[in-house]
């Protein structure tokens, strides 16, 4: 049986859907039906709405459900002015950085001072903050938009700045991003230098006459090639200050007590991107050197992240009998074992983080504690399959710490 040419191809355009008609062969007969498919909008068409504040609802609508369809992959070019739009419709109170205005101040330790004044956001900023977050998390999914997000300066800093705030799902989102944007992060401006020679399409900077994407990714951080500091730091220097500003949001991130669970485990998630994705610098300070300057307070805290009590029906919370007559911890439940009342995820999170961070030579304050949560571990029967593997290479790596030698003792003796 053959389909009249009448039933096949006839495509109608709607605003940004794709309306077509898709021949559906059934057991009596050939049917048509109206199928939706979202078409990718023209970003010079979602500039312009962005702007008026009358469409600017409307165009948000628009791209978070053009970020979120698989098919169509929405990608951004060089020098996107969607990102600059997107960031205008949020009108905060920044806040202050760390004070790094030259070369010299490049110190690894100087990246985790606090800021002198944090950020504040209106509440009727709210809504739109929460679709701008959804959009960048949505773009931060497509390999293509990593470099063109990282480089662009407005957008890095609201993702920091969203750091500093008490919503459970803004700061899910802006860590949520941060962390896909890790791989594309680079701390000594090497990688921006070489996107300027060869990927920049302003006639001022292309002036080589060969080069494209494959091009300038050798001269990243794992092709060191030899340039001037002082050249490196007039064309980056912008860019260099506002990623080094990510390691005091991280820290507040982390160290935080009002910080809620999915964040701490999506932060720490970001510390091992961090870890993963750079390879050491030769002149200027690396992710690396940077994090070997971590602050006691925030080891301390992954550290107390490996013995946290599980939450929900099953965990010891404490109830004021005062307040609420029926308490939640029974009697059976104090007799239960180190399985049933450990938060598996959090700590086998952690049991990662600890043993990249040794790897790298990092120190991890000797305490009771740490032993305490990591000999448990070792005979685990529950969470990862590899958290006893974790555990016994943390205690491989702490054997190397002279450090360590009076802890290590102190755990023989618990063992024994």
């Not at 739109?128 to 938009?145: D, G, K, M, Q």
């Not at 080069?211 to 030899?226: E, I, N, P, R, W």
């Not at 104090?334 to 030579?361: H, I, K, N, P, S």
């Not at 943390?394 to 003792?409: M, N, P, R, S, T």
Request: with cysteine; charged share 20%; net charge negative.
């Amino acid at each position: 049986m053959v389909l009249s040419d009448s039933k096949l191809g006839l495509i109608k355009t709607r605003g940004p859907y794709r309306i077509e008609q898709v021949p559906v062969y059934t057991p009596c007969k050939f049917k048509c039906i109206r199928r939706a498919a979202l078409a990718a909008p023209n970003t010079d068409e979602l500039v312009k709405p962005l702007k008026d504040p009358k469409q600017a609802n409307k165009a948000l609508n628009t791209l978070m459900q053009t970020t979120a369809s698989h098919e169509l992959n929405f990608t951004l070019d060089n020098d996107e002015p969607l990102l600059q739009a997107l960031v205008d419709l949020i009108d905060y109170e920044k806040g202050e950085d760390n004070q790094i205005d030259s070369l010299e101040d490049l110190v690894p330790a100087n990246a985790w001072k606090l800021l002198t004044k944090q950020p504040t956001f209106p509440l009727s900023t709210t809504p739109r903050l929460h679709s701008v977050l959804v959009i960048f998390r949505n773009l931060s999914f497509v390999a293509a938009n990593l470099r063109p997000m990282t480089q662009e300066l407005s957008v890095m800093a609201l993702l920091i700045d969203c750091l500093y705030l008490d919503s459970t799902d803004l700061l899910v989102y802006s860590v949520f991003t941060l962390v896909n944007l890790a791989p594309a992060l680079n701390v000594t401006g090497q990688r921006l230098l070489a996107d300027k020679l060869f990927l920049d399409t302003a006639k001022e900077l292309h002036m080589l006459g060969f080069g494209g994407l494959q091009f300038a990714k050798q001269l990243d951080d794992t092709h060191q090639v030899s340039v001037d500091k002082e050249v490196l730091w007039e064309g980056t220097h912008r860019y260099v200050k506002q990623v080094w500003q990510l390691f005091a949001a991280l820290h507040h991130v982390v160290v935080s007590p009002r910080t809620p669970r999915p964040v701490i485990m999506m932060a720490m998630e970001w510390i091992r991107e961090l870890l993963e994705h750079h390879a050491p610098s030769v002149d200027l300070p690396s992710m690396h050197d940077i994090f070997r300057e971590m602050p006691k307070d925030m080891m301390q805290r992954l550290v107390d992240c490996l013995w946290i009590p599980r939450l929900g029906p099953d965990a010891l919370d404490y109830v004021n009998p005062v307040t609420n007559l029926v308490s939640r911890v029974s009697t059976l439940k104090l007799f239960m074992g180190y399985d049933a009342t450990v938060d598996t995820d959090l700590r086998d999170r952690a049991l990662e983080v600890l043993q990249q961070m040794l790897a790298l030579g990092l120190s991890i304050p000797c305490a009771p504690r740490l032993y305490n949560a990591l000999l448990p571990c070792l005979t685990t029967k529950v969470g990862r399959n590899d958290a006893q593997i974790l555990a016994n290479g943390i205690f491989k790596a702490l054997g190397k710490i002279e450090e360590h030698k009076d802890g290590l003792v102190y755990a023989q003796g618990r063992l024994l």
